[in-house]
């Protein structure tokens, strides 16, 4: 009787909140992951924490100094990545943006090239970020801080304006409507540190550049750089 009421509670639960995996959709997996264990098994790790010189930091090469910087995954169109990037930002699955920030975590603490202080999301538009209810790449800072135990600056670094619909436009002049975004409201509490600046996916790079070149303007401070994925054509 016991295990028949609780195998209905489990039932019942698992109705409410139906529990499948974000990378393809397959019901078979456990409550505590978010992955089924060949989505687990396929993910594309790029393995950059541990290389100097990787992809994403040539993307910064000759644009901003930045110390070290790692992309978890390679994001590509139909791909697992894609899915679960799509359920961290429109289905609000913080759950699993929680997840993936400890697994970037475990990446950066397992790396001597990672000496960080302090965690930063690259913030979004304030309105942008009270329509969809939270910041997924502050989510993932969390995910991280809880591996690193180190604090996440919030809210410090804002977005002055939203830049979501430069994309289509040229590199230059994207550039231009990016290079004014971002602010830092107080430097001091950044002065000195060693600062990872977290998003969930690079492309181009324009708009992390930009953020990181705000940042860049405190006093004695190093500039790290981790996404949950990197775009590559
Ligand atoms: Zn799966």
């Known amino acids: 009787m ?3 009421s609780s195998w209905i509670r489990h039932a ?6 139906p529990h499948n995996c974000i990378g393809c959709g397959s019901d078979v997996i456990s409550d505590e992951n978010f992955l089924c264990l060949k ?3 396929d993910l594309p790790y790029t393995h950059y924490e541990s290389h100097a010189g990787n992809p994403v930091e040539k993307k910064f090469w000759g644009r901003i100094p930045v110390t070290a910087a790692m992309s978890e995954f390679y994001f590509s169109k139909k791909s697992i ?6 359920e961290l930002k429109y289905n609000g699955n913080k759950d699993a943006a929680h997840y993936f920030g400890n697994i970037m975590g475990k990446s950066l603490l397992e790396n001597n ?3 960080i202080d302090v965690i930063v999301p690259l913030p979004l538009f304030e309105k942008k970020e009270k329509m969809r209810g939270y910041n997924q790449a502050e989510i993932l800072c969390n995910g991280i801080s809880e591996i690193l135990d ?8 804002i977005r002055k304006v939203s830049t979501e619909t430069q994309t289509k436009k040229h590199r230059t002049e994207r550039w231009k409507n990016v290079e004014k975004t971002f602010q830092v409201l ?3 509490l950044l ?11 690079i492309t181009t790079g324009a708009t992390i550049e930009a953020c990181g070149a705000e940042i860049l303007k405190i006093k004695n401070i190093k500039l790290y750089i981790a996404s949950l994925a990197i775009a590559t054509k």
């Open 113 to 115: 090239r990672f000496n």
């Open 191 to 201: 002065e000195g540190k060693n600062i990872l600046l977290v998003d969930d996916v």
């Open 186 to 188: 107080d430097a001091s």
């Open 12 to 17: 019942f639960f698992h109705l409410l909140y």
């Open 81 to 86: 990545v894609q899915n679960f990037i799509h």
């Open 150 to 157: 180190k604090p996440v600056v919030r809210k410090n670094v």
């Open 39 to 41: 989505c687990i098994n």
């Open 2 to 4: 016991h295990m028949k």
